[in-house]
Antibody, heavy 114, light 109 residues
């Protein structure tokens, strides 16, 4: 069965960076792009970007351009989302989502606080 | 970037029918936006109900359906159940990427 397992919760200080991982299993990793979605507390969903696991091509939402980097490690079927220059309003749950939006990771809470 | 709009909150009676809509600031929503609909309950990850305007997943209850209506994407719930109380979000595809709507809180009361 398809599973996307994300890394655990993080607490970061303003200005720092965070890197969240998403390990895929149960399907051919290279066959599906992977999205990242952010959800601030009590707020809606925000699409952040997408990565092609087979070619490492990426596309980012304009809002996150320059601050987010998506990478992948095909040897471990893992994709990573790194967000830099963190601010308090970056406090949110981050989800990895298989293309087609059919399978979601469990979410990773990132708290930004001084 | 485009803005995708949804009703902030809607109430439906148990057993009733309700339609949620999803509009685009760029004009009419078409099948080319590949509309998605998600259901999210507190503390849970979203679950996809509808993709490509009207296609259901195997886990989508039959009482949910998707369509295009009056230049918007629409999610219709026929025969609302108490367990349908949740946040519903739509997602549209643009040349610049994907954009979520702000979500609709559906109350079954």
């Amino acid at each position: 069965q398809v599973q996307l397992v994300q890394s655990g919760a993080e607490v970061k200080k303003p200005g720092a960076s965070v890197k969240v991982s998403c390990k895929a299993s149960g399907y051919t990793f290279n066959s599906y792009y992977m999205h990242w979605v952010r959800q601030a507390p009590g707020q809606g969903l925000e699409w952040m970007g997408i990565i092609n696991p087979s070619g490492d091509g990426t596309s980012y939402a304009q809002k996150f351009q320059g601050r987010v980097t998506l990478t992948r490690d095909t040897s471990t079927s893992t994709v990573y989302m790194e967000l830099s220059s963190l601010r308090s309003d970056d406090t949110a749950v981050f989800y990895c989502v298989r293309d087609g939006f059919d399978f979601w990771g469990q979410g990773t809470l990132v708290t930004v606080s001084s | 970037q485009a803005v995708v709009t949804q009703e902030p909150s809607v109430t439906v009676s148990p057993g009733g029918t309700v339609t949620l809509t999803c509009g685009s600031s760029t004009g009419a929503v078409t099948s080319g936006h590949y509309p998605y609909w998600f259901q999210q309950k507190p503390g849970q990850a979203p679950r996809t109900l509808i993709y490509d305007t009207s296609t259901k997943h195997s886990w989508t209850p039959a009482r949910f359906s998707g369509s295009l209506l009056g230049g918007k994407a629409a999610l219709t719930l026929s025969g609302a159940q108490p367990e349908d109380e949740a946040e519903y979000s739509c997602l549209l595809s643009y040349s610049s990427g994907w954009v979520f709507g702000g979500g609709t809180k559906l109350t079954v009361l």
